[in-house]
Each structure stands twice: as C-alpha cells, then as structure tokens.
Nanobody, 115 residues
Framework: QGQLVESGGDLVQPGGSLRLSCAAS????????MGWFRQAPGKQRELVAT???????NSADSVKGRFTISRDNAEKTVYLQMNSLKPEDTAVYYC?????????WGQGTQVTVSS
C-alpha cells in the first residue's frame, strides 16, 4: 500500500521561502504523476502544482513564478520550493500521487505565512 509523508511546513514571514518535501513508499514512484494541493480554512482543496512522470510541470496561476515543483525518482521524493510567500499561501499542503484511477494522499503539512 502506498504511503506519502510530507514535511517542511512552518511559520514564515511574508516574502520568505520554504521547501516542502514528500517522501513516497510502497509505490512505483517514477510512473506516478505527483502533485501538491492546499486547503485553507473554510476553502476547498485546490491544486498548487503537478509534475508528470516525464518531468512536465503544471502550476496554478496564483503560484506561477514563485513556486517550483521538482522530483527525485531515485529518492522517491517530490519537492515544492516556495518563494516570495504571501499570507494567502497559508494552508495545509497535501502531497498527491496519481496514476489512472489510483491515487494516494499524504497527511498534510501546515504552512503559515504571517508577520
């Protein structure tokens, strides 16, 4: 059974940076599309960024130019580098692994952007 474990969430000031990590186990990591989603209080979960098995990336307009998704297939880890953080980036960030109709979710990591 696949398992995803996120880490790296923290309290950071506006304009700061964080790097989130998601370590996968129990899945053939390299063939999965990996993604980061986030959910702020009172809001629906939304897509942040995805990276396909061939390395193609996609990201939400709200994070373009600030966030970068990457993956290390040897380490079975996906990363989200977040720069120029804004208070509206505050949310629980979830890692997702998807192939066809199979999907796994992590437990989430809290990112709080506040002065």
């Amino acid at each position: 059974q696949g398992q995803l474990v996120e880490s790296g969430g923290d309290l950071v000031q506006p304009g700061g940076s964080l790097r989130l990590s998601c370590a996968a186990s129990g899945i053939n990591f390299s063939i999965y599309t990996m993604g980061w989603f986030r959910q702020a209080p009172g809001k629906q979960r939304e897509l942040v960024a995805t990276i396909a098995s061939d390395g193609r990336t996609n990201s939400a307009d709200s994070v373009k130019g600030r966030f970068t998704i990457s993956r290390d297939n040897a380490e079975k880890t996906v990363y989200l580098q977040m720069n120029s953080l804004k208070p509206e980036d505050t949310a629980v960030y979830y890692c997702n692994a998807k192939i066809f109709t199979r999907a796994y979710w992590g437990q989430g990591t809290q990112v709080t952007v506040s002065s």
